[in-house]
């Protein structure tokens, strides 16, 4: 074993050494690498302004050329006055042959159309296209609904005839004559395709890539054929994101794939040398430094032979280290173990003692035991004692809002605040978890204090406010009273616990004193059935006065102090009863009470921890259900009125004076009330079915009769042929004559009947 630590320090300072050189070599090429990534940034920044510079002068030149020529052209004004352009045909030829002109000499044009209000008539480079033909009606509703817009539009999807294909278009429109008339407008389409081919012509894709996406993050061009991720290139990755203020679209540039920046060698000759002096004086300094520590490391080691330690009796060699961490680990095990087991039995000794003095059992030797635990104070007696329960409120919460940790962490903290204010009040408190939610306090106070009711009380409330304000936990607490003697605490306790199951009646404040209970007062039961069943009988009447003995009800809760368990089993018996009566009406009524809603009602009222919340909740929810039983009554009056105003409808749709009015003064309910009724039943609008019924009518007179359209638009109920024209065709889809023309069947030639 000669020299064997001596080689092991040796190595054990090289890792050191290498990873120091490595780092400093790591160092350098990041610094390289980073320069090269700045100047790379830079120059593809240029290049990515270059591109949308000359994407922007070519739109801007698109523009200003069109515009100088509407200016010089007094062809465009001329086609703007209808007049003159039925008198001279050969408008319409000069407009559309500079149209063409204008779309041959400039690549990106993909067409250029004028539009006019007075007529709605559209000229294209293929002539004049009537308003119901032309295929972007929508772009130029969308113009004239924006007339004072300046800008280029998104990327939409263009076709001047029905039988051409889409294409991919941005434009711009500018009102006609020039620079703000009102007589029309020209619109300029821009073929996207031709504006992608030319990035492509400026944009290397073997180094670069180049993305635009529009205001909502959409890509709408790439040079890479890739996917995209949220980070940018997936074969690259994203360097400049510079946005154009005309088009409103972001250029968000980069570095391809598989290409490297621009390295710059920044390491010289001198800079090696100067690392290889460095790596051989570290060598040898390592060499000198690992002979100097071994010295005192080899008496150490001769030391530890010295002991005579032995293997571990199985054979198994080890080092000198290894003893010594092996021996050390075990002495460090058995001391945490010993000090472990020893709070652990002191823990559980105390919990003992605490169930034993509450359930009043091996009380002989409980002066010696409490000593021997060290759960009494130096030097102080008491002579009064008394038990006090604190619940946390809200426990489901509680537990689904921390972990297990936090909530073990929480009652800890919580045991030693409470423990700390009585101290602080010149008592001594001892607190021990009895349950999952619950814990026991045992207050001791000195002296023969005639005020230790009060004391108990006033301790009671600063702990749940500092608990309230500091753990954002609500507490409750029932206090026993107060004994003389640690053999009385177990009465002290049961009335405590007798307290607790007070809560909804006498929590109020969240302090239970056990001395408030009301004692034998019964339960009487009768009084409460009979309350229940004159609130039922009530709610079936449909009177309101239900909630006149509901509240009643409630009041006598409060003042016989009933349970908790016995009010919640009041309260559903109540609701049974309601069911009974009313569960079988309808589905909706039923939910209430055995589905969906009646769960979420039983657990609210699980969770309710006073009597005044009690009352809200079923004032809300008993509200609801009353809401719901009065509708349905009332929906059997409300059928037959809609029922008896359709079929004088379907009677009377010829009469031209049919209205709302006319139809609240023959059924005495107001207009809005009837259109509301209406919409309501039917889905329509009152409208639209009178309508429906006169276009079906005018349909089977058309196709059965020669009347003329005037006749027939006087006998469907409308004063002249005009409107009557106007609205069968927004219903049918044809005119009149057309339809009559075409010899359609009734109901064929409707293209929406969707009112």
């Known amino acids: 074993m000669k020299k064997n630590w001596y080689r092991r320090m040796l190595l054990s300072y090289f890792p050191v050494f290498l990873f120091t050189v490595t780092m400093l070599i790591f160092l350098s090429f990041i610094v390289v690498n980073e320069i090269s990534h700045k100047e790379t940034v830079k120059a593809d920044r240029i290049s990515t302004g270059y591109i949308i510079d000359t994407v922007s002068r070519s739109l801007k030149g698109i523009e200003r050329n069109v515009l100088e020529e509407m200016e010089k052209n007094e062809r465009y004004r001329d086609f703007l006055n209808i007049e003159l352009t039925r008198e001279k045909r050969q408008v319409l030829f000069d407009v559309v042959d500079s149209m063409r002109t204008l779309i041959a000499n400039d690549s990106l044009i993909d067409s250029i159309y004028v539009y006019r209000n007075e007529d709605k008539q559209v000229l294209t480079r293929s002539g004049l296209v009537e308003w119901d033909e032309f295929a972007d009606r929508a772009f130029i509703e969308q113009a004239l609904a924006n007339p004072e817009y300046q800008g280029w539009s998104p990327i939409r999807t263009y076709h001047e005839l029905s039988m051409e294909n889409d294409r991919r278009v941005i434009s711009m429109y500018k009102r006609e004559p020039l620079p703000f008339g009102t007589e029309g407008f020209v619109v300029i389409n821009v073929n ?24 909502a993050g959409n890509l709408l061009f790439s040079t890479l054929t890739t996917t995209i991720n949220d980070e940018g290139q997936e074969d690259g990755k994203v360097l400049n994101r510079i946005r154009s203020d005309l088009l409103g679209w972001t250029f968000e540039s980069g570095i391809a794939a598989g290409q490297l920046f621009v390295w710059v060698s920044v390491i010289s000759y001198v800079w090696i040398v100067i690392g290889l002096l460095t790596v051989v004086f570290a060598i040898f300094y390592i060499i000198y430094i690992t002979r100097k520590n071994y010295k005192p490391i080899r008496v150490m080691m001769n030391r530890i032979e010295s002991i005579q330690l032995r293997n571990d ?15 050390l680990d075990s002495l460090i095990q058995q001391t945490a173990d010993y000090e472990k087991q020893q709070r652990e039995n002191l823990l559980v000794s105390r919990r003992q003692l605490f169930l034993d003095i509450v359930q009043g059992e091996r009380l002989d030797d409980l002066e010696e035991r409490l000593l021997n635990l060290k759960l009494l104070p130096d030097n102080t007696s008491f002579g009064q004692f008394a038990f006090i329960v604190v619940e946390i409120g809200h426990y489901g919460d509680f537990r689904s809002g921390y972990s297990v940790h936090d909530q073990n962490t929480l009652k800890f903290a919580l045991t030693n605040v409470l423990q700390e204010l009585a101290r602080d009040d010149g008592m001594h408190g001892w607190a021990e978890w009895i349950g999952e939610s619950r814990m026991g306090i ?5 002296g023969e204090d005639q005020s230790a009711k009060e004391r108990i009380r006033l301790f009671a409330d600063k702990g749940r406010t500092w608990v309230s304000e500091h753990l954002r936990m609500s507490l409750q607490f029932g206090v026993g009273p107060v004994k003389q003697g640690w053999n009385r605490i177990e009465l002290s306790y049961k009335a405590a616990v007798e307290a607790m199951q007070h809560k909804l009646s006498l929590g109020k404040e969240s302090v239970i004193m056990s001395d408030d209970l009301p004692g034998d007062a019964g339960r009487r039961w009768y009084k409460y059935l009979q309350m229940a069943a004159e609130l039922v009988r009530e709610f079936r009447l449909s009177t309101g006065e239900w909630r006149v003995h509901l509240e009643r009800m409630f009041e006598s809760l409060e003042s016989d102090c009933l349970k908790d368990e016995d009010i919640r089993m009041l309260l559903q018996t109540m609701m ?44 809300e ?34 009469d031209p004076d049919l209205s709302l009015k006319h139809l609240s003064d023959r059924f005495h309910i107001s207009g809005k009330y009837a259109s509301y009724l209406f919409k309501e039943e039917f889905n329509m609008k009152f409208v639209d079915f009178i309508v429906k019924l006169r276009m079906e009518r005018a349909e089977e007179l058309l196709a059965e009769t020669e009347e003329p359209v005037q006749n027939i638009a006087l006998q469907v109920g409308y004063a002249n042929s005009i409107t009557f024209g106007r609205v069968f065709k927004r219903v049918i889809g044809v005119t009149p004559g057309d339809y009559r023309k075409l010899k359609l069947k009734p109901g064929k030639a409707r293209q929406s009947a969707s009112f």
């Open 192 to 215: 996207m395709y031709a504006v992608e081919r030319m990035i492509h012509s400026m944009n290397n894709d073997d180094l670069s890539f180049l993305d635009i996406r529009d205001d």
């Open 576 to 619: 049974d009863m309601l069911g009974s009566e009313l569960g079988e009406i309808s589905d909706d009524l039923l939910d209430y009470f055995r589905g969906d809603k009646a769960d979420v009602r039983k657990k609210t009222v699980e969770e309710t921890v006073s009597l005044e919340q009690m009352k809200a909740l079923f004032f």
């Open 442 to 446: 045992i207050v001791g106070i000195g």
């Open 313 to 327: 009796g199985f054979g198994i060699k080890m080092d000198e280290l290894s003893i010594i961490d092996q021996t």
């Open 621 to 654: 929810h008993l509200t609801d259900i009353y809401r719901a039983y009065v509708a349905f009554c009332e929906t059997k009056n409300h059928r037959a009125m809609i029922n008896e105003m359709k079929a004088y409808i379907e009677e009377n749709f010829v």
